[in-house]
Structure formats: C-alpha cells, structure tokens
C-alpha cells in the first residue's frame, strides 16, 4: 500500500519483549514503530493509532486513498469491533485529519457531533472543546450560512465557558472568539474589521474599514 523510503528492520528487543519493526520515514517523521497488534490483535489503542498512521503517512507517501483506508480502519475497529475506550479521539482526528482528503468536507460533521457527545459524556473535556472548534471551522470552510456558523460558533463558545477547563478552555476559546469575530464581520454586524487583543476582547481593527 505505501513503498517505504528508508528501511525497515527489527529492532533489537530484550527477552519476551513484543517483536516490532523499525520504519524510518524521515527526519522529519522520525520512526514508525509496526505495533505488536499487528501480529496479537487489536486493542482499544489500535484504534487511534490506525488514524494517526492514515494521517501521517498520506502526505509523506502522497497516497490520500490509502491513508484514508487505515483512518477508516481504525474508525471501524471502534464501530464493528466495538473497541470503545477512545471512541471520541478516534472519531474527532479521522474526522479532522484524514476524512477531509478524500470526502466532502461536510461528511466529517456527524462523527464531530459524535466525538462531542461522546467525550462530554464519557468527562474528555478536552476533545469535547476541540470538537466545537473543528464545526465551527467546517462550517466556515463549506460556505454554509454565516448565521447557521454563527450559532454552531457560539454553542461551542457557551460549552467552553461552562467547562472552565483550565488552559485546553482557554485555547479553545481564543480560537472560537476568533471565528466569532470573523462570523460577525463577515455578516456585517461590526462596524468594521475585527481582531483580538491579548485578553480575549473583541475590538475594532486600527485600520477597519
């Protein structure tokens, strides 16, 4: 599926240890370790590592159809295996990293509704605040009505607010205040252009126009 372009070979492994392989992809991927699932089965974990693999593999090799087929794999191994424990991860990072390659962008939006509602259900504050921020940058990249983005931004705003979750609530909320701003001037509800300052206020661009 992908032709690797630095060798692979067993790394040197103390008694009893899992029998792995060692990938070099490249300085800049450094090295890819062949999991022992491969060879003793899946496990929960398998799941997310099959959507990292999709991710970084497919710009590396330049094969998006292969990569989207080990993120969807591990997108399965949670609903056909029922491999569980990182439902919501699984769903949010092959929905933001591996879906959008391959499929219309909109595509992506059920499994970020399901990472939310899984991880607010399951207390993975953190995932469940990105997957508010990754709607609300689908909405904006699909072109769907600023006033549909503008309510999916401002759920996701109220949800970081009420999760008060420490520095994860604080990115979020930088980065939602941003799509607000951009929503609202867009839509022409500012008087001009807008930014941010350093705490987080909405004020008017010096050079607005």
Known sequence: MFAASGECEHRNRLPGEPRTKVCQLG???GEWRIPPHLEQGHSD???VAFVWLGMIARPHFGNYHAGFRFGRLG????EK??????EARTCLWFAQFVVPWTQHIRMCRDLMRRAFD???KTGDLTIAAYSCNNLNTNFLAAGDALIEAQKEAEH????ADKARFGFVTDIVTDIIDG???LIRTLRGLTPGLVH???KNSTKLHSSAI
């Open 81 to 86: 295996r029922g491999l569980e424990r990182f």
């Open 179 to 181: 799509q607000l701003g």
């Open 75 to 78: 997108y399965e191994l949670v």
């Open 156 to 159: 996701g705003r109220g949800f």
């Open 27 to 29: 300085s800049n991927h």
């Open 45 to 47: 974990a398998s799941c």
């Open 196 to 198: 941010l300052t350093p």
């Open 118 to 120: 899984v991880a607010n």
